[in-house]
Structure formats: C-alpha cells, structure tokens
C-alpha cells in the first residue's frame, strides 16, 4: 500500500446564489479549477498530463442540469487536455468531492495509478426546474415543477415521511434533541463570519484562490463583515414560526463555485513537481437515521481517527463544513475539542456552500493550515444530507 498525500489545493471564490458566478456554468468553473490545477504543477503539462495523471474524479450533487453528462470528463476536455485521461463524477450530495478525494486515495493507494485530481462543483444558481415524464403523452391532470437547487424532491412515497423533512426542519429536531440554543448559534454563526474576513485580510486564501475568468469576484461573496451576534438575533427564523431557531444567517448560503486537489503517492510528486503539504492518513465513513443527518460527522471522525491509529486528543486542527450552526455545535460538543482549532479561517456559513465543491475545499484548507500553523494532524469532515458523514485525516508532511 503506498502513502497518498495531498500537493496542492485550489478553488474559485465562492459566489452567492443569484450572484457574481450565476452566469457562469458548472462545466467552466470546473474547467477553471483544473486548468489552474494543472498550471500550478511545475512537472505538468498538456502534452504530458496523459502519461501522468491517472484519473480526475469530480462530485456534484445535482447533476441534472449543465453538469451533466460526467462533468469532470467534460471540465477535463474543456481545459483542452489529453482525452485519453479518464474521469468520472461521483455524487454523495454535500460530501461529494470529500468522496472523490477519497476514491483517488484509494486507487493511488493500490498502486493503481501514481497521480489523481480530485475536485468538486456546484452551481446552485444555475439548477433547473424539473418536469417529471408522465407515463403517457398526454395526460389529463396539471403537472408540477420541481426545484433541484437544494434538498428533496420528486419524493417515493414509500419513504417514511418522518426521513423527508426540509434540511431546515431536521436541523431543528437535531438541535432539540441535543439542546442547541438559538444564541448558540447565533454566536457561532457571527464568528465564522468573524474568522472568515480575518483570514482573507491576513491572506490565508491567496494561494487557495483561483479567479474565474471574465467575473469580477476576488473573494467569497458570502462573508459579512461586521455581523455580530445582537444582529443575526433579529433574523426571522424559516423553517418554524413558532419555535425555531434556523435563520438564514445561521446557517449555510447557497452558493456557486468548484475546488481541487492534486493527490498523489511519493513518485506522483515528483512527477507533478510539487512537495506534499500532508499524508491521507485515515478516512471514515458513516450513517444515521436521515433527519439526524448533521449529525453524522460524529461517527464517521471516528471511523477515520481509527483508521489513522489517534484520538481527538491528537488532532490541532479541524476543518468542519457548517451546513449549519446547530449541527457543527452539536458535532463540537461531541468530540470535546478546543473550539478554536475548529474552522481557524472561518466555515461555510461565512464562506459557502456549494454543495459538490465543498469536500475538497474542505480538504484543502485543512491542509493548508496545517502547512502554515505546523500542526501534525487535522481533520476535515462533511454532513450529508439523507443521514450520511465523511471524514478524513490529515497528518503534516513537514
């Protein structure tokens, strides 16, 4: 089994929905991340990438839109790359890319291959309302569209109504079952923003960031500055009148945007040009009843620290994707960790979310921060929606 390490990382600032990135189509964001993928590797180049990259694996969540047809395979050839490199695209809904990382990992670890790029995309502006073929041409009764920005949708009814709430209302029994106040999250929320703004003003993002051809969008679209708790507590909430809790300032934007990594064994490398920033050591992955999805990094952090041979005792650095404030809480309690080693540069709720790009932006950062901080080993994890969690773990390469 040979050692897989993550080289680098990129994505494109993340832009709000509606916003700076909503005329640009998936296929070409994702074409922006691995050509600047591709640019930053020394030893790489479009006449040789067929002989050392051995797959491109992207997730995205959606897929029924301008993404499909395997938009990692499209991305790849609209980059212009040797079309005798395979891709394919996977879909784990939020932990998309995290399981694209994790399938390179995998087969780099086999011997299969020396070098992947895995990667992620999501354009939730752009997803397309959806009308259901009827089993006959013409029928009779009023037919209606569906959404696939976010969440359920053309639902089997033998599925239990109870597992197919809104990602808004299982966050509010989550946070009731574990006793999630709404000044928790309030306060959680105003911090992410809080970090976030820090991080980009400090230049933390300056290496990560890859800007998207022809838009005018130097950093994530979504970060607010000056947000403090006193204000996020005037928001209405949206999923319950009465007794909620989730607001939209408290919990994830839906954003646009696509990340990657190069991952690669010691010999993949070499041949990319690049010093590894950290050593795959353990991932894990996990399931739970589906409206207690974010939830679910709980155990499957668990699985990948076992997998890696440490404990949370050992971790110094934790890259948790906020899908929302009552579930990264509910997650923070759990492992009895240092808030401050969670989400150093800021979460989701400040930066985005979107959806198939998350896992490796994810990844990415963890690493990075490990590059900069010197911490030995860190941990980057996902909620999924439909009751599901990835996580892996990162050891320095330093």
């Given at each position: 089994?040979?050692?897989?390490?993550?080289?680098?990382?990129?994505?494109?600032?993340?832009?709000?929905?509606?916003?700076?990135?909503?005329?640009?189509?998936?296929?070409?964001?994702?074409?922006?991340?691995?050509?600047?993928?591709?640019?930053?590797?020394?030893?790489?180049?479009p006449e040789n990438a067929a002989e050392t990259v051995g797959e491109v694996i992207f997730g995205n969540a959606n897929g029924a839109g301008e993404e499909n047809r395997n938009v990692a395979r499209?991305?790849?050839?609209?980059?212009?790359l040797p079309v005798s490199v395979p891709a394919t695209?996977?879909?784990?809904?939020?932990?998309?890319?995290?399981?694209?990382?994790?399938?390179?990992?995998?087969?780099?670890?086999?011997?299969?291959?020396?070098?992947?790029?895995?990667?992620?995309?999501?354009?939730?502006?752009?997803?397309p309302w959806i009308l259901p073929k009827t089993e006959r041409p013409f029928p009779m009764q009023n037919l209606q569209l569906a959404n696939s920005t976010l969440?359920?949708?053309?639902?089997?009814?033998?599925?239990?109504?109870?597992?197919?709430?809104?990602?808004?209302?299982?966050?509010?029994?989550?946070?009731?079952?574990?006793?999630?106040?709404?000044?928790?999250?309030?306060?959680f929320a105003a911090v992410s923003h809080e970090k976030a703004a820090a991080a980009w003003e400090k230049g933390h993002y300056d290496d990560l960031i890859v800007p998207v051809p022809e838009v005018e969008l130097s950093r994530d679209e979504t970060i607010r500055e000056g947000v403090t708790t006193e204000k996020?507590?005037?928001?209405?909430?949206?999923?319950?009148?009465?007794?909620?809790?989730?607001?939209?300032?408290?919990?994830?934007?839906?954003?646009?945007?696509?990340?990657a990594v190069w991952l690669g064994s010691e010999v993949g490398g070499q041949k990319l040009g690049l010093t590894p920033q950290a050593r795959i050591a353990g991932w894990g992955a996990a399931a739970?009843?589906?409206?207690?999805?974010?939830?679910?990094?709980?155990?499957?952090?668990?699985?990948?620290?076992?997998?890696?041979?440490?404990?949370?005792?050992?971790?110094?650095a934790v890259e948790l994707n906020e899908a929302f404030a009552a579930q990264s809480l509910a997650c923070l309690d759990a492992w009895d960790i240092d808030p401050a080693i969670l989400n150093a540069w800021g979460g989701?709720?400040?930066?985005?979310?979107?959806?198939?790009?998350?896992?490796?932006?994810?990844?990415?950062?963890?690493?990075?921060?490990?590059?900069v901080s010197g911490a030995r080993?860190?941990?980057?994890?996902?909620?999924?929606?439909?009751?599901?969690?990835?996580?892996?773990?990162?050891?320095?390469?330093a």
């Open positions: 089994m040979q050692d897989v390490f993550v080289y680098d990382g990129v994505r494109t600032p993340f832009g709000k929905v509606g916003g700076a990135l909503a005329g640009t189509r998936p296929d070409d964001l994702a074409e922006t991340v691995i050509s600047a993928a591709v640019e930053r590797a020394p030893g790489l180049s499209m991305a790849w050839l609209l980059a212009g695209t996977v879909n784990r809904l939020c932990g998309s890319s995290l399981d694209a990382a994790i399938g390179g990992t995998r087969q780099i670890s086999l011997g299969e291959t020396d070098v992947v790029l895995a990667g992620g995309v999501e354009s939730m502006s752009r997803a969440g359920w949708r053309l639902i089997n009814d033998r599925m239990p109504a109870e597992w197919t709430v809104s990602l808004g209302e299982a966050t509010e029994q989550l946070r009731e079952k574990h006793g999630i106040t709404r000044e928790r999250q309030d306060e996020l507590a005037g928001l209405k909430t949206v999923f319950r009148k009465q007794d909620g809790t989730v607001t939209a300032g408290n919990a994830s934007p839906m954003n646009d945007g696509a990340s739970n009843e589906p409206q207690y999805f974010g939830y679910a990094p709980v155990e499957a952090s668990a699985k990948a620290l076992k997998h890696a041979g440490i404990t949370w005792q050992d971790v110094e989701a709720i400040a930066i985005g979310h979107p959806l198939g790009a998350s896992g490796t932006r994810v990844l990415a950062t963890l690493a990075r921060r490990m590059e080993w860190g941990v980057a994890t996902l909620c999924i929606g439909v009751g599901q969690g990835l996580s892996v773990v990162l050891e320095n390469a």
